[in-house]
């Protein structure tokens, strides 16, 4: 299993980016999906959760300028951001919870992509 992270990029305070991550390989289901990011010297904290049927989590930081999303036909996992800060510079995780085939479910993680927003 492998969840494929996109989207991130640099952006100006203010500005919008959308990230992406899709769950690949072999497995029955996918579970738990959400978004983290780790800042530089920082904790790796949870930015949003979504689960199978759509219910979502926020961080309380992020609730209003951040929307979560899947799609679970295609096991991908969206994040809208707008309004970004200088302080949402991170690298961006994505996160999973999968049931491969012949296996009882795991958490997965994604390499990361780095979003920077510049003041």
């Known amino acids: 299993v492998q969840l494929q992270a996109s989207g991130g990029g640099l952006v100006q305070a203010g500005g919008s980016l959308r990230l992406s991550c899709v769950a690949s390989?072999?497995?029955?289901?996918?579970?738990?999906m959400a978004w983290y990011r780790q800042a530089p010297g920082k904790r790796r904290e949870l930015v949003a959760r979504?689960?199978?049927?759509?219910?979502?989590t926020y961080a309380d930081s992020m609730e209003g300028r951040f929307t979560i999303s899947r799609d679970n036909a295609e096991n991908t996992v969206f994040l809208a951001m707008n309004n970004l800060k200088p302080g949402d510079t991170a690298v961006y995780y994505c996160?999973?919870?999968?049931?491969?085939?012949?296996?009882?479910?795991?958490?997965?993680w994604g390499q990361g992509t780095q979003v920077t927003v510049s003041s």
């Open positions: 996160n999973a919870d999968v049931r491969p085939y012949g296996s009882t479910w795991h958490n997965y």
């Open positions: 979504i689960n199978h049927g759509g219910e979502t």
């Open positions: 390989g072999s497995f029955i289901a996918v579970h738990n």
